[in-house]
């Protein structure tokens, strides 16, 4: 399913709030082309992208610790 099916580029440019997208180097459920998508239209002054090198598609289950570490580090520097 092409990711303009999901969400419109020109909504996620218009996005004017604090965004954290991380997105697990090991996931092998996204293709490459959602990830080019999101990190070609999210607007880049108010978006942290991180891509840890341990976190597959379910960090929740895989590495919670790190990942909870992750949003909440966000969440103390945006709110």
Known sequence: MP????????ELQ???I???LIWGKKDKLMLQ???K???DNLPKENTEIIE???FG???FI??????VDLILKFMRKNF
């Open 3 to 10: 990711t303009e099916y999901l969400v419109k580029k020109e």
């Open 14 to 16: 218009k996005l004017n």
């Open 18 to 20: 604090p965004i954290q």
């Open 33 to 35: 082309e959602h990830k």
């Open 37 to 39: 998508f999101y990190f």
């Open 52 to 54: 840890p090198k341990d």
């Open 57 to 59: 598609h379910c960090p």
């Open 62 to 67: 895989d590495n919670n610790k790190k990942l």
